[in-house]
């Protein structure tokens, strides 16, 4: 009750103080404007003042420091706080003492008789203003970040910091101009050896963030803060695998306007999926591509999914004549016309609402528009949902593809890409077996007309809409757990862009029935990316509970690029190649579909054994004689 009593009484007091601090401001100003004149007047005269300037001096000090707290009050300048001191403040006491000195010299000239202030009094006064009103003000901000700090700084709290031009020096006067921020910056960490020695913010260069670990022990810091894109994903993933093993921290710092906004406390960045990669990005600027899309009328299916509308983005680029926008969900149409529109594009944007498989809206589709090249992104992807709508599945991966390149042989389009999976490749899922009978009809029909029929096959895609990565994130953002389905399950990866530049190059180069596969790099464990995740969102894999699931109907452990009987070759570019495999004629894969066609509103049972007869590659775990290895697990990690 006492301490409650005190405490109290504390507040009260604190608001009494607060109550008056303008008449302390006052007193503050009214004294230190006022020891001002008077130094003027005795360096002025060495300090031996005569009695008649004196008497000049008493007469006028009143109304000079009565025009001066005149102009410091209207310029705003009692309001400042002493401990936020900036170089702007400084700037805007310069203004405001010339524009007291200005004001004091048109008074005296108008409104007082001889004998008036000598000039040089007014100029040395303009500078002890200066001197008086700045230098408290700077002597409280220094010895709050440097003096203070020094004395009171711990090993937990020294950091080092790379990304100095990535505004890493307007971090450090953020963090250290506030006290309620832990962290002390006591070096700078960049590749450029030009950097070395040199100071930023009177902090020092130390090395390079190769060598941020050794460094941090010599400085005794614990924690490395890394500003946004100041490192590239493998760069970051090596540095945090190397602090994990030497316990300590690495924290990303977002761009200062965010972190502004941040309640005076350091925050995590979104992660970017480039960080994910376990190899760099690949860039692929295609002359080819720009040359082949340049004035050309463009259909893409699937305009609005993941992929399908970051290839309407690539293709906008290269200034087509039109891009024709097919997509059924009339939302994601909405949001990609939107987007493309604001680009200021002379391209001419078609929204166009219709299902690839409904004939008579295709048929007006490519009857009015005319396409040369069509881009068809239109598919089901995902492998339960798809398990238990195999009928779907084959209809719209299937039937749908098919819709659309016998279009494209109708109205003698010049090119034909589909997008494929790797999950088509040794499929275990209806929805990859789908994709394989697809990507032989798209390979077939090269028998046929002058269109250029290829297939781009490529892993999965980082944040693509249903993806793991969006979930992982969203699981993290509620706390968790993280849903994993097998500690051992592995997939390719690529981000959107990659894709998308991917499937431009593959149009390109294309000369018909070739499959194109993107060099990924080794497959990534989908436990490995939870934890990457985690890490890159400032967290630990102890922080956030890990559960694994078990493996879902139709998913596998290890995915593949090629099939067995696949013959793979180089291309001009080196990190596309071409699968080649047994050429299926357009008899066989008709024959093939035909089966299907009256199967697709049947049981998920009957289609599911239509399809391993028709495609003996399907390995599917529910028909009898069939197993794939699968560890069903129902288990938790911290």
Not at 221 to 239: F, N, P, S
Not at 240 to 268: I, N, S, T
Not at 348 to 361: M, S
Not at 362 to 372: K, L, R, S, V, Y
Request: aromatic share 8%; charged share 20%; net charge negative.
């Amino acid at each position: 009750m006492q301490d409650t009593q005190t405490h109290e009484n504390s507040c009260h007091w604190l608001e009494r103080l607060m109550a008056r601090r303008i008449y302390l401001l006052i007193g503050a100003y009214l004294g230190i404007l006022s020891a001002s004149y008077a130094l003027a007047y005795q360096l002025r005269f060495d300090f031996d003042v005569q009695p008649k300037d004196q008497n000049l001096f008493w007469s006028t000090l009143p109304w000079v420091v009565t025009i001066k707290m005149l102009m410091f009050y209207q310029f705003g300048s009692f309001h400042g706080w002493w401990r936020y001191v900036t170089f702007a403040d400084l700037v805007s006491l310069i203004r405001v003492a010339m524009l007291s000195m200005a004001a004091i010299s048109l008074f005296d000239l108008l409104f007082v008789p001889d004998p008036r202030i000598p000039l040089s009094v007014l100029l040395l006064d303009f500078g002890g203003t200066i001197l008086l009103v700045g230098g408290p003000r700077s002597i409280c901000r220094f010895f709050r970040e440097h003096v203070w700090p020094s004395v009171r700084i711990e090993p937990s709290s020294r950091a080092l910091l790379i990304g100095a031009e990535q505004g890493g020096e307007s971090f450090v006067r953020h963090v250290h101009g506030d006290p309620r921020i832990d962290f002390r910056v006591v070096g700078f960490l960049d590749r450029n050896p030009a950097y070395r020695g040199s100071l930023l913010a009177g902090i020092p260069f130390l090395g390079s963030p190769d060598d941020a670990v050794s460094i941090a022990r010599r400085q005794h810091a614990r924690t490395i803060l890394v500003m946004t894109h100041a490192l590239e994903g493998q760069a970051l993933r090596r540095l945090m695998d190397a602090c994990r093993a030497a316990a300590m921290d690495v924290k990303m710092v977002p761009p200062l306007e965010q972190m502004l906004q941040g309640a005076y406390r350091l925050q995590v960045r979104e992660v970017d999926i480039n960080d994910l990669l376990r190899r760099e990005p690949i860039n692929i600027d295609s002359v080819a591509a720009n040359e082949m899309l340049q004035g050309r009328c463009v259909l893409v299916t699937g305009a609005g999914g993941s992929i399908g509308s970051e290839i309407c983005r690539q293709i906008l680029r290269c200034r087509p004549e039109r891009i024709v926008l097919v997509e059924r969900a009339e939302n994601n149409l909405y949001h990609i016309e939107k987007e493309l529109l604001s680009q200021g594009s002379c391209a001419e944007i078609v929204p166009y609402v219709a299902d690839a498989r409904d004939y008579e809206r295709m048929h007006a589709a490519f009857n009015t528009f005319q396409p040369q090249i069509v881009f068809h992104a239109a598919a089901h992807k995902h492998v339960p949902l798809m398990e238990a709508n195999p009928g779907e599945a084959i209809n719209n991966n299937v039937f749908g593809t098919k819709r659309m390149v016998d279009m494209a042989v109708q109205y003698g389009v010049e090119r034909f890409v589909m997008i494929s999976t790797d999950k088509a490749v040794n499929p275990t899922s209806v929805m990859g077996v789908s994709k394989m009978l697809a990507e032989r009809y798209v390979h077939a029909s090269s028998e046929r007309g002058a269109t250029r029929f290829v297939v781009v096959r490529f892993g999965n895609v980082l944040a693509s809409a249903g993806s793991v990565v969006p979930l992982f994130q969203e699981q993290i953002r509620r706390g968790g757990p993280i849903t994993v389905t097998h500690p051992d399950m592995e997939r390719f990866f690529m981000t959107i862009p990659e894709a998308s530049q991917l499937v431009l190059e593959a149009a390109a180069m294309g000369k018909g029935g070739e499959v194109f596969v993107l060099d990924m790099g080794e497959p990534v464990k989908i436990l490995d990316l939870a934890h990457d995740l985690l890490r890159l969102s400032g967290l630990s894999p102890d922080d956030i509970e890990i559960r694994f699931t078990g493996m879902r109907p139709g998913e596998k452990l290890y995915e593949e690029l090629y099939q067995s009987d696949e013959e793979t070759m180089p291309t001009p570019h080196p990190k596309l190649r071409v699968a080649y495999h047994r050429p299926y004629s357009l008899e066989e894969v008709n024959e093939t579909i035909a089966q299907l066609s009256p199967l697709v509103y049947e049981s998920p049972q009957i289609i599911r054994t239509k399809l391993r007869e028709l495609a003996p590659q399907y390995l599917d775990a529910d028909l009898p004689g069939v197993t794939i290895p699968a560890t069903p697990l129902n288990t938790t990690a911290r």
